[in-house]
Nanobody, 120 residues
Framework: QVQLVESGGGLVQPGGSLRLACVASGRFMSIRGMGWYCQAPGKERELVAT???????NYADSVKGRFTISRDNPKNTVYLQMNSLKPEDTAVYYC??????????????WGKGTLVTVSS
């Protein structure tokens, strides 16, 4: 069974930094794209950043220049370095991964989320 577990969330002051991590565990053949999404109270879940298996990245306009997504393929881990945080970045951040199982099935998996609160 595949699991994604996020860590690194917490309370930070405006202008501060956090680094989120998400580890994929279980039995699978490979991980394709990975990404981070966020959901603020009363809003829909939205894309923050994605990274392909080859390292190509994509960012929401609101985080360009402030957030950096990266991955460590041998460790099945994706990171989100969040700098210059703003109160509007406050949300639950979810990890997503496209995983190819040993049966040949490809599907998206989601973590349970980690809360990021930006407040003074």
């Amino acid at each position: 069974q595949v699991q994604l577990v996020e860590s690194g969330g917490g309370l930070v002051q405006p202008g501060g930094s956090l680094r989120l991590a998400c580890v994929a565990s279980g039995r699978f053949m490979s991980i394709r794209g990975m990404g981070w999404y966020c959901q603020a109270p009363g809003k829909e879940r939205e894309l923050v950043a994605t990274i392909s298996s080859g390292g190509s990245t994509n960012y929401a306009d609101s985080v360009k220049g402030r957030f950096t997504i990266s991955r460590d393929n041998p460790k099945n881990t994706v990171y989100l370095q969040m700098n210059s945080l703003k109160p509007e970045d406050t949300a639950v951040y979810y990890c997503n991964a496209g995983i190819l199982t040993w049966t040949g099935d490809a599907r998206d998996y989601w973590g349970k989320g980690t809360l990021v609160t930006v407040s003074s």
